[in-house]
């Protein structure tokens, strides 16, 4: 069953409409250039598992102060920059306006990177508050929370002032991103410096796991449902079953945060609360993922040359990995074994770099050549670059939950000293270190691709004028 006809006309803007992108310009090529420096910063971190004492003796390169910034400069340097820029490109097309403000946007853009600078700056001199995911200091917290506003009423702005009633999917998803957002940022990065203890704990875990299911899992799968019918030519499957996915995922998701703390001091009526609604993740994944499969059916073949195709479709793939693995270890007797292990970061890795970014690379290399009106610089970079990505992530993906897992089988056998099960995971961390360094070598081939085609772009305009 196809979308109907007013979902697909949503797809296709007026031809009379004129975008200026300036926004998603500024937001992609800044999200682009932190994606290329915090991968350095992933770099050095993975060394530091295999020679701890690299750089021992700086005090601002020490693993303390890295760490926080190779997850913020991912999250909300990389990933989430890239989401706000490939919005502003996919929901004014979506609904056959322009954007509501390009100033507004570009104001945006501008206060996000005095944001990401600041973080730099902060969490390398040790100013951090200390809490998962929330370690930006307050002022950048307050910064954020005024980019976000700005943000949501650009968007909101646009959505009212469209041309087509019928609201397509993606639409949705942005919707719930910027409300959902909101909710959980100000949820872990200021109700919890109210609380102490188990409370302070659950409220943290919360805003961690639904900092992926909430922002980045909404976001992403709103450039998903935009991109894999516009780069595939394809109408999408389901509009109807689309939306099931939508309001499960909204029901579903924030109830799941406090599996991160089975087998800890909270209530077992929590913890059993939080492991029904992360099996309950199943529904709105298999909606989606059956969506995207079905959309593609007698399509397979465009995968040989069609780069963004490649990187949706594993994203694809990744996503729903993913989430069969978050439920099946949100399990107490298979949580008793992988949790706080290497397990954890091999998942985590694998949303938020195997899906939810190859979702954001492949937008970049829809997008661009579009928004300059080039072609790519280089299609067999491109190639390159998702083949490189691909192989070190499947690598770094593998070994951690092997290690993970044998990690864990470690810790509950008594009669191992803790440093023993420490050493065991050297050849682990290797492996880990060797993957990162063929992911990093498909982040230079993508950022320096779509920089050689946007530098391109402006040097055959002056040419032209």
């Known amino acids: 069953m196809h979308a109907d006809r007013a979902a697909a006309r949503a797809e296709t803007p007026s031809a009379a409409t004129v975008h200026s992108d300036a926004a998603a310009k500024w937001f992609l090529i800044s999200a682009i250039s932190y994606f290329f420096i915090v991968g350095i910063i ?45 919005t502003f490109y996919l929901l ?106 188990v409370n302070q704990a659950n409220l943290n875990w919360m805003y961690v796991h639904n900092a992926v299911g909430l922002i980045f899992t909404p976001v992403g799968l709103a450039l998903a449902y935009y991109f894999i019918p516009k780069a595939s030519n394809t109408p999408l499957y389901s509009h109807k079953l689309s939306m099931i996915g939508f309001w499960s995922l909204a029901f579903v998701y924030v109830w799941t945060g406090a599996h991160h703390m089975l087998h800890g001091p909270i209530s077992q009526w929590l913890q059993t609360i939080a492991i029904t609604f992360s099996v309950m993740l ?60 290497d397990w954890i970061p091999g998942h985590a890795h694998m949303a938020v770099l195997g899906a939810f970014s190859f979702f954001a690379i492949a937008g970049t290399y829809y997008v661009i050549p579009r928004i300059y009106r080039t072609k790519l610089h280089s299609e067999a970079l491109a190639n390159w670059s998702f083949w ?40 682990v961390w290797t492996v880990r270190f060797f993957s990162g360094v063929l992911i990093f070598c498909g982040i230079v081939m993508f ?12 040097g055959e305009a002056r040419q032209e004028a």
């Open 282 to 341: 199943l529904i709105p994944v298999w909606a989606v993922v059956y969506n995207f499969f079905a959309t593609m059916k007698g399509q397979w073949h465009q995968l040989r040359e069609n780069v963004p195709l490649k990187f949706l479709m594993s994203g694809v793939v990744f996503y729903l990995l993913t989430c069969f693995q978050g439920p099946m270890h949100s399990l107490r007797s298979v949580n008793a074994i992988v949790s706080k292990t």
């Open 92 to 197: 004014p097309r979506l609904c056959g306006v322009k954007l509501w403000s390009e100033k507004l946007g570009l104001a945006t853009a501008a206060l996000w990177n005095v944001i990401i600078l600041g973080a730099v700056v902060a969490l390398l001199g040790g100013w951090n508050q200390g809490l998962e995911y929330a370690e930006l200091p307050l002022p950048l917290d307050i910064l954020v929370v005024i980019a976000w506003v700005m943000f949501g009423v650009n968007v909101f702005g646009t959505i009212a002032s469209r041309k087509y009633e019928q609201m397509y999917v993606s639409i949705w998803y942005v919707m719930g991103t910027v409300l959902w957002t909101a909710f959980v940022y100000l949820t872990g990065n200021f109700a919890v410096l109210f609380t102490t203890g």
């Open 42 to 86: 992933a770099i050095t971190i993975a060394a530091k598992f295999v020679w701890p004492e690299l750089l021992g003796t700086v005090p601002y390169l020490s693993y303390g102060r890295l760490r926080p910034l190779h997850v913020n400069g991912m999250l909300f340097g990389w990933l989430l920059a890239a989401d706000m820029g490939l």
């Open 388 to 427: 490189f990505i691909m192989m070190g992530g499947l690598g770094f993906f593998v070994t951690l939950w092997l290690g993970g897992f044998w990690q864990g089988w470690q810790w509950n056998n008594p009669s191992i000293p803790f440093i023993d099960t420490v050493v065991a995971l050297k050849p």
């Open 447 to 458: 950022g320096y691709n779509i920089m050689a085609t946007a530098i391109g772009a402006r």
